[in-house]
Each structure stands twice: as structure tokens, then as C-alpha cells.
DNA sequence: ATACCATGAACAG
DNA sequence: TGTTCCTGGTATC
């Protein structure tokens, strides 16, 4: 499921496996299947993610957006020929290495330079694109916001690629209760919570899933580690200190989970007392 | 078979 | 603030 990191695996990915290949570009669901004509045996030349964005260009000059929203998803064929798509396949592009696939996507289009600019420019800094001054733009719209944290960074334009999962580790992670008015926050604690958003994220894009807390330091009532497989993506409890969770795996406290920026929020009022709040 | 839920965001009013 | 769109997995009858 995508926040910033999968995008930018993705992006990643995709040059990895089709990078400067001619493409076999089709819509099995048939929704892009114009489109998908026009980029039909051009060059995949070069791939670049912002925040949730996907930009992919093309010899010919075409150029892919894409937003996964909430459903969207990649899926990638290392063997040739790959198997057949399912019916709701938007976009699959057929290089000489592997097939991508695209399915779900809230967005799927072909833009030119201008919207492409457009889309980038209403984006915040993206903790995961080299950029020296975007923590201090991160700072600079929290410090000065009344909106509650848990809010802001939600807020694809104060920083562009965290979602649901890494507001509630990170501010964890940071002690930060999310209902604290941005502009309540130190400057320390600012900068502090722009660096464990742009490890949490980097590392997520090295694993290929989020996973915040080391299982190996959980409690198991057998003492024994899992074994085999990629802790942490197996289905079942998700591997976060309090997404998703009953008891905080820090204290085991009750977590708190409530609506905040239309989505669920998730909070350990023991490790993140809500301070400075009136109410 | 159906309902509901999920790591997102645009749009209406 | 509420509605809408995108898909698939799990839960519930």
C-alpha cells in the first residue's frame, strides 16, 4: 500500500527493470488504452517520484503521471513472457527484462512539462529527494501553523510523500502527541521530527514495506524470532509501535484511535502526552 | 452473496 | 464536512 516510500521503489524499480527500453505499452482495462498507444514503442528513458507522484518519460517526449491513491498498485514480471493481466490492469509496459503493471490508480495520464511543473508545485519537501533546504521548509510551515501536527503532516503540501501509517510512527516515535499545534513544537523537536521522517522513509523504500519497530525487541511469549520471510509484511498485526494497534508495544498502554485530517490516527497518551493542549 | 475496510485526495457546498 | 473515485482482502451473513 503507497506512501511516499513505494513510489519511489517503484520509480527505482522501473528504470531497474525497463530503463532505456523500448516498451510494449498496452491497457488491458482498456481506460488508457489511447494513451497507452501514444507511448507504444517509445524508449523508457528516465523515472522521477514526488512525494506520491510518479513521472515517467519517454523518447517522443511523452510523459506518464501517476498517483497510486489509496488502492493503486505496481506489480513487476521479472519473466518473460509474463502472465496474463487481470481485468483491471491499467497500464502494462513490456520492456526487454521484465513487465510493469499498473492497476487501481487514482491518477494515470500523460502530461506535458507544464503540468507536470504544476503537480511539483504544489508539493512540500519530500524527506526522500535530496533537497538540503527542505527541512528547513518543513519547519517553517509547522512552526508557524495552529493546525495540529497529526494534520500537517498530512498535508501533502507541508511535506510531500507521508501517509497515514508514517503520522502515527513518526510522531511516536518522536514523543509528539498529534493534536499539538504545529506552531507549539520547538524548533529542536521540528528538525528532530523532519530527520526520523526521512529515516523512517529511506528505509522503507530499502525494504519495500514499512516497518517501523524491530520485532526482534517485541516480547514473544516463546522468546523464538520468526524465521523466514520478510517480518513484518506477513498479514496480521502490521509492525508498528501504535498504527494499527490495541496496546502500545512500547508500555502496552490502551492506544487511542480517533479521526484527525479524515483519516485514522493512532496514539500512545502515555509516550505522547498531549502537552500544551487546552482542550 | 454482501459489507466493510484500507498506507489517498479531489471536489461540492 | 461530506461525497466520490480507484481495488482487493477479509469478515459476516
New binding site residues.
Partial sequence: ???GH?IHRAAQQSLLLAGGDVVVASSP?GRFAASAARIDGARLLRVDAW??HLFTSFDGGELLHV?L????RFATHEQLPPPSP?E?V?LRLVGSRAALDL??P?ICRLVDPAGRDGVVARLGPDPLRRDPGGGERFATRVLASRAPIGALL?N?TVVAGV???YRAEALFLESLHPERPGRTLSVEATAALWQRLVVLLRDGVRRGA?VTIDPALVERPSGALRRGGATGTR?GR?ATWVYGQQHCRRCAAPVRSWELA???CYACEVCQPPVGLTG
Avoid: A, Y
Fill in positions: 500500500m503507497p506512501e513505494t482495462q512525494g506520491k498517483h491513491g489509496l488502492f493503486g487481470t483491471s491499467r492497476s487501481g487514482t498530512m501533502q501517509g497515514n501509517v514499512i498479514r502490521p479524515g483519516r485514522r
